[in-house]
């Protein structure tokens, strides 16, 4: 158990839909990031927060957004869903914010969403 | 623009013996991390190791070691001793460039270890 939480385990939604991804990151941990796993795209990064603001983006579409709140847990929300939007959506969580010069910055991972899109 | 590569799409191997997983790099960050993950058949991501740019030595971590050849950016993941349970995906991954913890994935391995 990695210690990052993600609810649903399993999303079935129709094209157009709007949904939520929730994440708990693990106890400290200041960094969420959120990254989308599909059989044509792979693992690719999406956004990361960092207390609260965002840090970093990716290759995150324009009708997807995502925020990080108070508590640290952060929400991933998905809107005029796709049947491309069908994907094994992870967050995973890091106590850095910045990765130091030599210094790492583990990701731990949470079980991910599957979602999928009717 | 960084990149990951792992050519091999599907490995075998027999179990309890060593095998070598390939993965190589690209970047013009000279601080850089690379990092292995595995991905069992039920989905989660489980950290294997890590190896950072300025890292003397070649990571280790139980069965999992990092064989680490920075002039030829490659970081090929050695699993000594297979077992059942290593079948799964693995994925080499590095640390983004401006200075983010954000990762770049490759594609994959799949490694199935045969009884």
């Known amino acids: 158990d990695s210690g990052v939480t993600q609810t649903p385990k399993h999303l079935i939604t129709a094209t157009g839909q709007r949904v939520t991804l929730r994440c708990s990151p693990r106890?400290?941990?200041?960094?969420v990031y959120w990254y989308q796993q599909s059989l044509d795209q792979g693992l690719q990064f999406l956004i990361q927060?960092?207390?609260?603001?965002?840090?970093a983006k990716g290759n995150i579409l324009e009708r997807f957004s995502a925020q990080q709140f108070p508590d640290l847990h952060s929400e991933l929300n998905l809107s005029s869903l796709e049947l491309g939007d069908s994907a094994l959506y992870f967050c995973?969580?890091?106590?850095?914010?910045?990765?130091?010069?030599?210094?790492?910055?583990?990701?731990?991972f949470g079980p991910g969403t599957r979602l999928t899109v009717l | 623009a960084q990149k990951i590569t792992q050519t091999q799409p599907g490995m075998f191997v027999q179990e309890k013996e060593a095998v070598t997983l390939d993965c190589t790099y690209d970047?013009?960050?000279?601080?850089?991390?690379l990092f292995w993950y595995k991905q069992p058949s039920s989905g989660e991501m489980i950290f294997l190791i890590y190896?950072?740019?300025?890292?003397?030595q070649n990571a280790t971590e139980g069965r999992y070691s990092l064989n680490f050849q920075k002039a030829r950016k490659s970081a090929n993941l050695v699993i000594s001793a297979s077992q059942l349970g290593d079948s799964a995906m693995y994925f080499c991954?590095?640390?983004?460039?401006?200075?983010?913890?954000?990762?770049?994935f490759g594609q994959g391995t799949t490694l199935q270890v045969k009884p």
């Open positions: 106890s400290g941990d200041l960094s």
């Open positions: 991954a590095m640390r983004g460039e401006g200075n983010t913890g954000k990762l770049i």
């Open positions: 190896q950072g740019s300025y890292d003397q």
């Open positions: 927060y960092y207390n609260g603001e965002e840090r």
């Open positions: 970047t013009s960050d000279p601080s850089y991390g």
């Open positions: 995973a969580s890091s106590g850095l914010g910045l990765a130091g010069t030599g210094s790492y910055n583990e990701q731990f």
